[in-house]
């Protein structure tokens, strides 16, 4: 049987592209190395359907603004699983953000948002679960959303299967050969190979993305160059009833950290850090650990200790090169194809777990140009309610 579409990876890109695809009635194939979907980074985000306030700092209108758009939609279609949650901003005397300066970006969020935000009046500081007010100048409160990133993917992949995809798990994909008129996969699963034929590939492979890359012929090269960064995040106990997520600059270097309440504990998180092994071994390090526990320390009066660390996770960000910090470079996704408009695989960098469905319909957009309109009916993402 020969499929339109295989999409290699069930994290939430390769779930989105299989949702997508179906729905316009392509003959889909998920392929997942694992046993189960959402094993590489898509279970191990922050877990924010978000905007990200702090991609206005480095000018990123149009990606905060897609997100929004794409945090209203997940809002209706998967209220289940998205929710808003207030965010708490402290600004002191020695922040490096000043307080007009939030409140200016904070504005822009609201306009692009349609949610509104406040400053919290001094008489209400002492009830925000023992943040510490000497030098306290201000506190801002807007709305954000929160997920569970594992079920999300989970949903949309149960979505994508409920318009016809098919998915196999514990089906590593070894090869990949491209030819002029369809794309054979070779993969291995419960011992054996298989080879499986289609018309066109997306490699939604997450931080294993250039792994793919180098398992294809012909050798592709004109591939962006990548940098893997590590973020952890830290479960501890919560000390006390939390109001909402806290939105902490790191007194170290600036970076946003977030305190946000998680299944009955706190989840505070996250770094970045250069990695270069494995991706399938990524874990947390004791400097990662010890950086979070310093900034939690630093705003919150019940202060806290390695013992108090209940578990931690590592998930990779996949960034495009540069000198800068991992912090300022571009969140965006890139979509690029193997032989420019001869091209039959198209390998899918980075982006959000909040603009899955968003970046789907980028490559649906690229798909339609070369893969014949199917007949029959076809449904808008826009409009699929999740599982
Ligand atoms: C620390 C951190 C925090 C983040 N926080 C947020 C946030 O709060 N909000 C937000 O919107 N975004 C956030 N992101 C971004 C978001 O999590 C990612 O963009 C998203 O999860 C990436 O999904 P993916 O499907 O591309 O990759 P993955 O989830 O890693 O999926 C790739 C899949 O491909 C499979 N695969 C790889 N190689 C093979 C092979 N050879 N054969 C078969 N299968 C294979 C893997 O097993 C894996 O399941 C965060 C990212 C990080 C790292």
Known sequence: MEYDLIVIGAGIQG????????????????????????????????????????????????????????????????????????????????????????????????????????????????????????????????????????????????????????????????????????????????????????QFIVNAAGPWVESIIQKTTPVITAQPKVDLVQGTHIIVPKTNEFLGMYYLEAPQDQRAVFVMPWENQLLIGTTELAYNGDPADVAPLEIEIEYLLSVYNHYFSASLSHADVISSFAGLRVLPQADSSAFSRPRDTLLVGDNGDKSRMFSLYGGKLTAYRATAEKVMRRLRRVLPVKSGKRLDTRDLRLP
């Open 15 to 198: 779930a989105g592209v299989a949702q997508a695809a179906s729905a316009q009635g392509y003959r889909v194939l998920v392929l997942e190395q694992y046993a189960e979907p959402a094993q590489g980074t898509s279970s191990r985000s922050s877990k924010l359907i978000h905007g990200g306030l702090r991609y206005l700092e480095t000018a990123q209108f149009s990606l905060v603004y897609e997100c929004l758009q794409e945090r209203k939609r997940l809002l209706k279609n998967a209220p289940h699983l998205v929710k808003l949650v207030p965010f708490y901003i402290p600004v002191y005397h020695n922040s490096h953000r000043k307080p007009w300066k939030i409140a200016l970006g904070l504005a822009l969020y609201s306009l692009l948002s349609f949610t509104p935000f406040q400053r919290i009046p001094k008489s209400q500081w002492s009830s925000l679960n023992g943040l510490k007010t000497q030098g306290l100048k201000a506190v801002f409160k807007y709305y954000d959303g929160q997920t569970d990133d594992k079920k999300l993917t989970q949903a949309v992949l149960s979505s994508a299967k409920s318009l016809g995809a098919e998915v196999i798990f514990s089906a590593h994909v070894e090869s990949i050969e491209i030819s002029p008129s369809s794309c054979t996969t070779t993969l291995l699963t419960k011992g054996k190979k298989h080879s499986i034929k289609s």
